[in-house]
């Protein structure tokens, strides 16, 4: 199972929201690539970057702390937030971002989603599955649909996507334990999805349950900096 920390911006700076409400925002640090270098002396190898003035804007706004980033680091990056146009997605790329993942488009545009599918192939793109009580959830989570989270999976996993983030907007923020649940009825619907958990996790104990359950990746951010896991605990567990 892959450790992949977080990293969430707003206006550049490292912060993170509770069940994602702009108004729940508390700023970690204020140089985010200091805190991917943390990551990476840790032992990490992925990171988990989102630009929530980009999910909001609903275009990439953060590309610069992307840029800086990915080019200071060998951190694999994973980049989600405001990825709306081929312009878009082409700076991402361009900026170093090794996937993108895409939530809201794959919600309101699905036909460029396919096209991105078609043209990149499924290792560059994660489909974003957040959810609200199993119902899709949308710009930064601000949007909630009457989309059912498995019927969404299942449209797309026919499609061809292989990577799925999915977070429970209820979980996440609040450091009580992943939607362990809702992470095993996706496995047992869709068995060859690589299943990205995120959101909720409070300890160690929650991940090596996630890790139990063979996921294919964790993403942890609050948990770190909040100090309810340490980095050369994760080190150790990804290396065990």
Known sequence: MHIIPAIDLIDGKAVRLTQGDYNQKKEYNARPLEVAQQFEDAGLTRLHLVDLDGAKEKRVINWKVLELITSKTNLHVDFGGGVQSDEDLRVVFECGAKQVTGGSIA??????????????????????????????????????????????????????????????????????????????????????????????????????????MNVFGVIVGKAIYEGRVTLKELSRFTTS
């Open 107 to 212: 919600v309101k545009a699905p036909d460029q989603m396919e096209r991105w599918l078609s043209r990149l192939g499924s290792e560059k793109l994660i489909l974003g599955a957040d959810a609200k009580n199993e119902k899709i959830a949308v710009s930064g989570w601000e949007e909630g649909t009457d989309v059912w989270i498995y019927d969404f999976l299942q449209n797309w996993v026919e499609k061809g996507i292989n990577y799925v983030i999915s977070t429970d907007v209820a979980k996440d923020g609040l450091l009580q334990g992943p939607s362990f649940d809702l992470y095993r009825n996706m496995q047992d619907q869709f068995p060859n999805l690589n299943i990205i958990a995120s959101g909720g996790v409070s300890n160690m104990a929650d991940i090596e349950t996630l890790a139990d």
